[in-house]
T-cell receptor, first 115, second 112 residues
Framework: DSGVTQTPKHLITATGQRVTLRCSPRSGDLSVYWYQQSLDQGLQFLIQ???????AKGNILERFSAQQFPDLHSELNLSSLELGDSALYFC??????????????FGPGTRLTVL | DAKTTQPNSMESNEEEPVHLPCNHS???????IHWYRQLPSQGPEYVIHGLTSNVNNRMASLAIAEDRKSSTLILHRATLRDAAVYYCILRESGGSNYKLTFGKGTLLTVNP
């Protein structure tokens, strides 16, 4: 158990819909990262927040957005969903802002299925 | 991002040592070598990291070549629980490298 929690575990929805994925980091961790894992693209970094502010952006679509709240939990919002958005979405947390030795601790993931 | 090359898959027998190789010929002098693994149906988990010297922890050992162009993750006695995809990742110095860049990794199968 990494100490990172994600809800829900599974999500099934239809194309065009909007969903929100939630992540609670390990106690004391200030950084939250979101990754997408699909069969064809592998694990890809989406976005990072540090202490409430966006720190880095990766391959995140404009239809996707995220935020980190004062209690440090984070939400990833996915809108106008397409079939290709079906994937596992992982949240990770770390103590600092991304220093190269900063270990990232991953949650169990949310499996999103878009029908 | 600096690139790593790993075999797609490897097989081992339970209780035998496993050596998982990683090539990183374009590594920079201050890049750290990290290993993560992903067990079936779980998120990735940190295994070990190193810079120049060999490193040991409770999970594994990391042997780094003298020229740093390759490294080997060593599991001293593989168990069925070690069956996973193992990712070798370079973390670059400077800039704003906050993300982990995962390649395809090596799928390790452990036979009973």
């Amino acid at each position: 158990d990494s100490g990172v929690t994600q809800t829900p575990k599974h999500l099934i929805t239809a194309t065009g819909q909007r969903v929100t994925l939630r992540c609670s980091p390990r106690s004391g961790d200030l950084s939250v990262y979101w990754y997408q894992q699909s069969l064809d693209q592998g694990l890809q970094f989406l976005i990072q927040y540090y202490n409430g502010e966006e720190r880095a952006k990766g391959n995140i679509l404009e239809r996707f957005s995220a935020q980190q709240f004062p209690d440090l939990h984070s939400e990833l919002n996915l809108s106008s969903l397409e079939l290709g958005d079906s994937a596992l979405y992982f949240c990770a947390s770390s103590t600092q802002g991304g220093f190269r030795l900063d270990t990232q601790y991953f949650g169990p993931g949310t499996r999103l299925t878009v029908l | 991002d600096a690139k790593t090359t790993q075999p797609n898959s490897m097989e081992s027998n339970e209780e035998e040592p496993v050596h998982l190789p990683c090539n990183h010929s374009t590594i920079s002098g201050t890049d750290y070598i990290h290993w993560y693994r992903q067990l079936p149906s779980q998120g990735p988990e940190y295994v070990i990291h190193g810079l120049t010297s060999n490193v040991n922890n409770r999970m594994a050992s990391l042997a780094i070549a003298e020229d740093r162009k390759s490294s080997t993750l060593i599991l001293h006695r593989a168990t069925l629980r070690d069956a996973a995809v193992y990712y070798c990742i370079l973390r670059e110095s400077g800039g704003s490298n906050y993300k982990l860049t995962f390649g395809k990794g090596t799928l390790l199968t452990v036979n009973p």
